[in-house]
């Protein structure tokens, strides 16, 4: 059986806005800019370091720092996106790979499920961020 997810070009397609915050949030990850990236988060948005432990606040920006503490590069890429009016869920695979400050091998990837909002001021933030799509 073939579901209309399992199609060519089933997903809506992504704004330029954002492509251009996955970019941005990229660039302040691989920067260690932790303040910055922060900023692409609403107040009360959630990041999901493990399976089944959602965290915000002062977890989320821990959850951060712990992965930017490796000081390895992050890539990313957008496989899709679906968007309805100001929120849009994405699929994104990423990869983390080098070695870590501490010398370790590093090598790590996934598909993140993220959702996103579009806020009164037409930027799109984070209100879920959970790297490994569990």
Excluded: K
């Excluded at 704004?15 to 915050?21: K, S």
């Excluded at 970019?23 to 399976?51: C, I, K, M, S």
């Excluded at 968007?83 to 080098?98: H, P, S």
């Amino acid at each position: 059986m073939t579901l209309d997810h399992d199609l060519p070009g089933s997903s809506t397609p992504v704004p330029d806005a954002i492509t251009q915050l996955i970019a941005q949030w990229v660039e302040l990850f691989n920067a260690g800019d932790l303040a910055a990236l922060d900023l692409l988060y609403e107040p009360d948005a959630v990041v999901v370091p493990t399976p089944g432990h959602a965290v915000s606040e002062a977890g989320r920006s821990a959850a951060l720092a712990h992965l930017v503490s490796f000081g390895v590069p992050m890539t990313a890429h957008i496989r899709q996106c679906y968007t309805v009016v100001n929120i849009a869920l994405l699929l994104v695979d990423w990869t983390m790979r080098g070695t870590a400050a501490d010398g370790r091998p590093v090598d790590m990837s996934g598909t993140a499920t993220d959702v996103v909002r579009r806020g009164f001021d037409g930027q799109w933030r984070y209100v879920i961020d959970n790297p490994s799509g569990n």
